[in-house]
C-alpha cells in the first residue's frame, strides 16, 4: 500500500464538493512527495511518513473524555472532534448573533453555495502538494461565517482530538472561515494528543477570507504528542483594512510543518503574525511563513521564537515578498532561538523579496543560548540556576503569550508552559 | 589610482569597452576530452594535471548548472564557446615589459592600469590575465627577495609542482560544483601566491582580469597560500569588452591561510554588464572560497558593479580554533543586470568568528540578491557571527532580496542576522537639491554614504576607484 | 564580616585586582573610590561570583566561611547583595515574578518561612514607596524599558525586600540625578541598623554626602593604596586621584 493510499480511496466530499475533490485527487498523482532537494523541505525529512495510515471509521471511535486542563473551555461554542470524527456529545454548540457555524456534511444549501464558492481558492498548486492531498482526501470541514458588522465576543473553539489507539491513522482537517465586511470574530484551533496516542498523520488546510475592515483573532495550537505527524496549513487573505491577529503554537511530537501564508490583497490591511515553538526529545518543528504584500499600504509585525532542547530540531523560514507597486509597505519580521543542548538544532531563514522601492521592510534572527547576563542577575538574587533557566525560558516566550488577545487562552497556556519548561514543578513555582 | 584613470572612468558609456586587435591564437568553440588535452599539452602540463582536469571533466558531465540562484538567463550552450584563447605575439611569453605588446599595454592605458605606472604606484604588483593567459608580472624580483612567489599558475605549475600539487583542489574540490567542475577541467591561467613562514609580504598584489576576444570563456583559477604567519593583501580587477553576445566567466579562487595568517583578498570587478535592454555581458559564475587555519584570518571584501548576472559567493572554511572570517561586500545593479552574491561562513573551529556586512544597491530594472549562509557546527563552541545586510532601491522597477541560511547546532555559539532595506528618498533628493547639488551628485553622495563600512575595508587606491564606479554604473538611474 | 585578604583577579586575561587587602566588621559603611578602571566593579563582580572573573590568588572570607568556594545563589541566600551599575534587563519575566523567587530562595535557605502572597504584596509595596516607584513596575518585565534612575531604585527595592547581612553597592550613584540620588541614600540608610555592612563603590564623592561612611579607601592599579575617614573623600573631590596616582608609582 502506498501513502495515504487508503484515505484516498475512502475520500468522501459532499457531492456537491465532489468535482473540487477530484482536482485535488488529479494536482495530487500529478506531483509528488518533496525531498530534502525540494528548496521548501531542505530541512524537513519526510522519512517518518508511514504507508499505512487509515481513516478511523465512525463506529471506532469511542467518544473521549476532554481532558482537564481543557474542561472549563474558553467560553463559547465548542466543536470536537475524535480521531477526526465530529462528537456531538463533547461539543457545545451556541450561536452568538451574527455566526454561522456548520458542518460541510450538515450545510444548507446556502451555506453549500458559500462553501463551493469560497473553499480551496486560497491553496494549490504544485508548489503545495498536501494541500493537494488534502482536498483529495477531504471528507468533512467545518464552515465559520461572521456576518457583516457582527461583532461576535465568544470564541469559536475548534478541537482535534488525536487518539489513534487502534492502528496508524489518518486525519483531515479542512477549515474555512468568512468573515465579511467590518465583522469581528474570534477562532482557535486546537489540536491535541490524548494519552497513549499512536502514529497518526494529520492533513490540515483552513482559509480565512477576511472582507473589508474585518478583524479576525485567530489561534492555532498544535499539543500533539508522541508520534503524531502534522502537515498543515494556513492560508489568509485579507481585503481593503481587514485585520488578522494569528497566534501560533508548537509543542512537539515526531514531525509538524505548518505553512502559514497571509495575503494583503487591499490596502490598509494589517497582520499580526505570532509563533512559538518548542521542540524537545527527538522532535522536529517546522514553520514556513509567506506574507504576501500585493497591493500598497499594507503592515505587517511577524515575531516567532523558539527554544530548541535535547536532539530536537526546528525550522524557520519567514519570506515576505513586496510585489511591484507594492509601496508604502511597512513589514518587519523577528525570529529568536534558544538553543539549549548541543544535540539540537536551529535551520532559520528570514527572507526578504522585494519588487517596490518605498517599503520599509526588516527582518532579523538570532540563535543563541540564554543570555549569561540574565542568568548571572537571577543569581545574585539567590534564585538557583535551574529556576532561573526556567524562568528565562518561560519569559523569553512569555512576551508573546502575555500579547495574546484572549484571556481564557493566556490561563490555559501559562501553566502549560511553565511546567513545560519545568520538568520538576518547584521550578516553576513562581510562573504558576 | 592616479587622476587620469580616474577621469578615464568616468565616461558616459561603459568605458572599458574597447576591443583590443591583435592576432590571438583561438582554439575552434566546443568541448570534449581533446580539447582538454589540447589545453594541456599546449602548457606542457605533467600528466597528472591533465588526469587531473579529465576527472573534472567527467564530473563535470553528469552535472546539472545549479537553478536555485534568483537570476533568469537563456541556458548556455557549453558547445558554443572556445576554450581557450592565447594572444598570438604572446606564444613565447614576455621577459619584461619591454617585450609586452604595445598595443596590449596601450590597453593597460585604456583601463587605467598603465604597468609602467605601476612602479611609480607604491607597492603593486600585478599579474594580468588577458583572456587566458597571463601577460606579465612585475616586481617579481623585489617580491623573490622576500621569498613570495607570485607568478602566473601555469608557470608554479612547473616551477613549484609540490606547491600546487599539494594545494590545487583542496579548497575548492575540483567537482564542488558545476562551474567549479568546469573551471577545473578547462582552466586557462591565473595567478599563484605563496607567502612563506612568518612572512609580511612587502606590498599589495594585485591582477587584472580583461576578456577580449569574442565567445570565448575565461577560466582563471587563482590559488594563494599564506603559509604560518604570513600575511597577505591581494587585489583583484576585472574588465571586458562590449559585445552584443553575452561572454562566460567561471574562475576558482582558492585561498589557503595557516595557522596565524592573514589573507586579505579585495575585488573590484566591473566585467562589461550588457546595454541597457540587457543586451550582451558577462556571465560571472565564480567559486571563491577559503580556508582558515587555527588563529588565522580571511578577509574578503568585493566591490560589485559589473557582469549581466553575477553568482558568487566567497566563502570563509574557519577549520582551525580563533580563526576569523570576513565579507565586505557591495554589490550594485542597474539596467537589467542580475546578482545573486553573497557569502558561506561555515565555524568548524572553536571560538571562530565571522562578520558579514553586505550593502546591495538595485537601480533600474535589476535584481540584487544577498543569499548566504552562517554555519554553526557542534564543535564550534564560543563562535560568533553577526551579519548585516542592507538594500537600497533606487527607483520603483528594481528588485532587492534577502535570502540567508542559519544553520546552529551548537548552543554556545551566538548568531545575529540582521536585514534592512531603504531607497533613496525623494525628501533626500530634494533636501540635496535645494541645496544646489543636481540629483546624480545626491545620489552618489547617498550611495557612497551607504557603502563606507565597506569602502573603508578597501585598499586606499581601490576605495577612491570603488566610488568611482558607483558613479559611474549609476549614471541615468535618476530621472 | 567579610576579610579580604591578598586578592588577585583577572577578567578577560588580564590583571585587575593586584593584591587587595580590606576587612570590613558588622555595621560599618566603606567607602571604595577610584579613578576608572582602577578596578572597582571588578571588586563587586569577583564577591558577587560572576562568571569569567577568574581570582588568581587571595583569600575571601565571609562571616568565617570561604566565600569564593561558594556558587553566586549561595553567596546571595548567604546575605551578599549586590546592587548592579548596570542592572540586566529581563523581558518577558515580570518583577513580582523575580522578586518572589529571588526572596522565597533566600528565606528558604535560612529557614525562614515562605512569605505568603498576602504578606509579600504588603513588602513590595512598601519597599517601591521607600523607593518612589509606581507600584505597576512590579508587574512590568524585569527592568524592561526603565530608565537608569529606576533600575537603580528597582535595585534598592530588592536591597529591602532580601534582606541583605553585606550589601555591594556598585556606582549605585552614576547616571542618578540629585532626587533620586536621595531616595536611594534614604532608603540605603533606612537599612543601617548597626549589623549590616555596606560597601558603596563610587567614582564621586556627592553619595557620600547623602551616606556617611566610616571608611574611605582609594582603589587604584588593583590595589588599595590609601585608606582614611570621610575627609579623604573631600580631598579626593578637591585635588582629584592623579596625586595618588603619583604618589604611588
Redesign the interface.
Known amino acids: 500500500m502506498g501513502f495515504m493510499e487508503q484515505p484516498l480511496a475512502e475520500a468522501r466530499a459532499p457531492h456537491w464538493l465532489q468535482s473540487l475533490q477530484a482536482r485535488g485527487q488529479s494536482r495530487w498523482s500529478a506531483g509528488k512527495l518533496p525531498t530534502r532537494r525540494t528548496e521548501n523541505w531542505k530541512y524537513t525529512p519526510l522519512t517518518g511518513l508511514r504507508d499505512d495510515y487509515r481513516v478511523a471509521a465512525a463506529s471506532d471511535v469511542a467518544p473521549a473524555k476532554l481532558p482537564d486542563a481543557l474542561a472549563q473551555g474558553l467560553g463559547g461554542t465548542r466543536l470536537v472532534f475524535v480521531d477526526g470524527v465530529y462528537q456531538p456529545s463533547l461539543s457545545s454548540v451556541e450561536l452568538p448573533e451574527g455566526l454561522q457555524l456548520c458542518r460541510f456534511a450538515d450545510a444548507s444549501d446556502a451555506q453549500a453555495a458559500l462553501i463551493a464558492e469560497h473553499l480551496d481558492t486560497l491553496v494549490g498548486g504544485q508548489a503545495e502538494p498536501f494541500a493537494s492531498l488534502n482536498t483529495a482526501t477531504l471528507r468533512d470541514g467545518v464552515f465559520l461565517h461572521v456576518a457583516a458588522n457582527a461583532d461576535v465576543q465568544t470564541p469559536v473553539h475548534l478541537l482535534w482530538l488525536v487518539r489513534a489507539a487502534d492502528a496508524p491513522t489518518a486525519i483531515s482537517q479542512r477549515v474555512l472561515v468568512l468573515a465579511e465586511s467590518g465583522s469581528r470574530a474570534t477562532v482557535v484551533e486546537q489540536f491535541l494528543s490524548l494519552n497513549g496516542a499512536e502514529a497518526s498523520f494529520t492533513s490540515g488546510v483552513t482559509e480565512l477570507k477576511l472582507e473589508a475592515n474585518a478583524k479576525l483573532h485567530h489561534y492555532r495550537l498544535h499539543e500533539e504528542s508522541g508520534e503524531a505527524i502534522h502537515i498543515g496549513a494556513v492560508h489568509a487573505r485579507l481585503e481593503r483594512d481587514a485585520n488578522l491577529d494569528s497566534f501560533h503554537l508548537a509543542l512537539g511530537s515526531r514531525l509538524k510543518r505548518v505553512d502559514v501564508v497571509v495575503h494583503h490583497a487591499g490596502p490598509g490591511a494589517h497582520a499580526d503574525l505570532n509563533g512559538v515553538y518548542l521542540p524537545r526529545g527527538d522532535e522536529h518543528i517546522d514553520y514556513h511563513t509567506t506574507i504576501e504584500h500585493a497591493v500598497p499600504h499594507c503592515t505587517t509585525d511577524e515575531v516567532f521564537r523558539g527554544i530548541v532542547g535535547d536532539k530536537a530540531t526546528a525550522v524557520f523560514n519567514g519570506r515576505i515578498h513586496i510585489h511591484p507597486d507594492a509601496q508604502k509597505t511597512r513589514a518587519e519580521l523577528s525570529n529568536r532561538n534558544l538553543l539549549t543542548s548541543t544535540e539540537a538544532e536551529v535551520n532559520t531563514k528570514p527572507e526578504l523579496e522585494i519588487y517596490a522601492d518605498d517599503v520599509q521592510c526588516a527582518h532579523g534572527a538570532t540563535v543563541a543560548r540564554i543570555d549569561d547576563l540574565a542568568l548571572h542577575y537571577l543569581r545574585t538574587r539567590g534564585v538557583s540556576r535551574d529556576e532561573a533557566e526556567v524562568m528565562l525560558s518561560f519569559g523569553f516566550i512569555n512576551e508573546l503569550i502575555d500579547g495574546m488577545a484572549l484571556e481564557p487562552l493566556r490561563e490555559y497556556l501559562r501553566p502549560l508552559l511553565a511546567k513545560r519548561f519545568a520538568r520538576d514543578d518547584t521550578l516553576a513555582r513562581h510562573l504558576l | 589610482m592616479s587622476q587620469e584613470v580616474i577621469d578615464s572612468r568616468i565616461g558616459k558609456e561603459y568605458s572599458a569597452g574597447f576591443i583590443t586587435d591583435i592576432e590571438s591564437d583561438t582554439l575552434p568553440p566546443g568541448l570534449d576530452e581533446d580539447v582538454i588535452r589540447f589545453i594541456s599539452q599546449k602548457k606542457g602540463e605533467p600528466e597528472w594535471l591533465l588526469e587531473w582536469r579529465l576527472e573534472a571533466y567527467r564530473g563535470w558531465c553528469e552535472m546539472e548548472a545549479p537553478e536555485?540562484a534568483h537570476v533568469d538567463f537563456p541556458p548556455v550552450d557549453y558547445n558554443a564557446l572556445s576554450y581557450y584563447s592565447s594572444p598570438k605575439n604572446m606564444k613565447d611569453g614576455p621577459k619584461s615589459l619591454d617585450e609586452v605588446d604595445p598595443e596590449l599595454l596601450a590597453t593597460y592605458e585604456k583601463l587605467g592600469i598603465p604597468l609602467h605606472e605601476q612602479e611609480m604606484l607604491a607597492g603593486v604588483a600585478v599579474d594580468a590575465v588577458f583572456d587566458s593567459v597571463s601577460v606579465a608580472t612585475t616586481f617579481r624580483e623585489k617580491l623573490a627577495e622576500a621569498g613570495v612567489i607570485f607568478c602566473p599558475i601555469s608557470e608554479a605549475v612547473h616551477e613549484y609542482p609540490e606547491l600546487v600539487r599539494k594545494y590545487l583542489g583542496s579548497v575548492v574540490p575540483r567537482r564542488d560544483n558545476f562551474y567549479a567542475a568546469l573551471n577545473s577541467a578547462v582552466f586557462s591561467d591565473g595567478s599563484f601566491v605563496y607567502i612563506p613562514k612568518g612572512v609580511r609580504c612587502p606590498m599589495e598584489l594585485s591582477t587584472y582580469f580583461r576578456i577580449n576576444e569574442a565567445k570565448t570563456g575565461q577560466f582563471e583559477r587563482t590559488l594563494i597560500v599564506a603559509d604560518e604567519g604570513s600575511h597577505v593583501s591581494y587585489l583583484e580587477g576585472c574588465t571586458a569588452p562590449m559585445r552584443d553576445e553575452n561572454q562566460l566567466h567561471a574562475a576558482v579562487v582558492e585561498l589557503v591561510a595557516l595557522d596565524d595568517a592573514k589573507i586579505k583578498y579585495s575585488t573590484v570587478q566591473n566585467w562589461y554588464p550588457g546595454d541597457a535592454e540587457g543586451k550582451g555581458g558577462i556571465y560571472n559564475f565564480v567559486t571563491k572560497r577559503g580556508v582558515a587555519h587555527r588563529n588565522s584570518k580571511i578577509s574578503w571584501t568585493q566591490v560589485e558593479t559589473g557582469s549581466a548576472i553575477t553568482w558568487k559567493y566567497p566563502s570563509c572554511v574557519l577549520r582551525g580554533d580563533n580563526s576569523v572570517g570576513e565579507f565586505y561586500s557591495v554589490a550594485l545593479t542597474n539596467n537589467r543586470q542580475q546578482a545573486d552574491t553573497g557569502t558561506k561562513m561555515i565555524h568548524l573551529g572553536k571560538n571562530t568568528k565571522s562578520t558579514i556586512i553586505s550593502k546591495g544597491i538595485s537601480a533600474g530594472k535589476s535584481s540584487n540578491a544577498y543569499r548566504g549562509l552562517v554555519r554553526?557546527s557542534?564543535r564550534a563552541d564560543g563562535a560568533r557571527n553577526y551579519t548585516q545586510c542592507d538594500?537600497l532601491?533606487?527607483?520603483?522597477?528594481?528588485?532587492?532580496?534577502?535570502?540567508?541560511?542559519?544553520?546552529?547546532?551548537?548552543?554556545?555559539?551566538?548568531?545575529?542576522?540582521?536585514?534592512?532595506?531603504?531607497?533613496v528618498?525623494d525628501d533626500q533628493l530634494y533636501l540635496c537639491q535645494q541645496r544646489g547639488l543636481d540629483a546624480e551628485k545626491a545620489v552618489s553622495m547617498i550611495v557612497n554614504g551607504f557603502c563606507k563600512e565597506v569602502f573603508r575595508e578597501l585598499p586606499m587606491e581601490f576605495a577612491v576607484e570603488a566610488g568611482k564606479l558607483l558613479e559611474v554604473s549609476l549614471e541615468g538611474s535618476v530621472g | 564580616m567579610l576579610k579580604i585578604q591578598n586578592l588577585h583577579a583577572r577578567v578577560e586575561g588580564k590583571d585587575i585586582l593586584r593584591g587587595l587587602d580590606l576587612q570590613i566588621g558588622p555595621g560599618e559603611v566603606h567607602a571604595i573610590m577610584g579613578p576608572n578602571g582602577s578596578g572597582k566593579s571588578t571588586l563587586g563582580h569577583v564577591l558577587a561570583g560572576r562568571p569569567g572573573y577568574e581570582v588568581t590568588d587571595g583569600s575571601v572570607t565571609y562571616r568565617g566561611e570561604d566565600l569564593l568556594a561558594m556558587d553566586t545563589e549561595e553567596r546571595a541566600r548567604s546575605g551578599v547583595f549586590l546592587a548592579f551599575q548596570y542592572p540586566v534587563e529581563i523581558p518577558g519575566v515580570s518583577n513580582m515574578e523575580f522578586l518572589k523567587a529571588s526572596v522565597d530562595a533566600v528565606r528558604e535557605s535560612r529557614g525562614d518561612a515562605a512569605l505568603d502572597a498576602v504578606t509579600f504584596m504588603k513588602r513590595a509595596r512598601e519597599a517601591c514607596k521607600a523607593a518612589d516607584l509606581p507600584v505597576d513596575f512590579l508587574k512590568r518585565g524585569v527592568n524592561e524599558g526603565f530608565s537608569g534612575g529606576e533600575k537603580k531604585r528597582n535595585e534598592l527595592i530588592q536591597m529591602m525586600l532580601l534582606e541583605p547581612s553585606l550589601c555591594l553597592l556598585d556606582e549605585t550613584d552614576s547616571g542618578l540625578d540629585i532626587d533620586a540620588l536621595q531616595v536611594v541614600a534614604k532608603g540605603v540608610n533606612s537599612l543601617r541598623d548597626g549589623k549590616r555592612s555596606f560597601v558603596l563603590v563610587t567614582h564621586y564623592q556627592r553619595l557620600l554626602n547623602y551616606i556617611e561612611p566610616d571608611h574611605v579607601h582609594v582603589l587604584a592599579g588593583g590595589r588599595i593604596v590609601r585608606s582614611g575617614d570621610k575627609s579623604l573623600a573631600l580631598d579626593l573631590e578637591e585635588r582629584g586621584y592623579a596625586w595618588l596616582e603619583d604618589e604611588v608609582a
Open positions: 536555485w554553526m557542534p538594500s532601491l533606487i527607483g520603483d522597477r528594481c528588485a532587492a532580496h534577502t535570502f540567508p541560511y542559519i544553520e546552529s547546532r551548537n548552543p554556545g555559539a551566538v548568531v545575529e542576522h540582521e536585514a534592512t532595506t531603504s531607497k528618498s
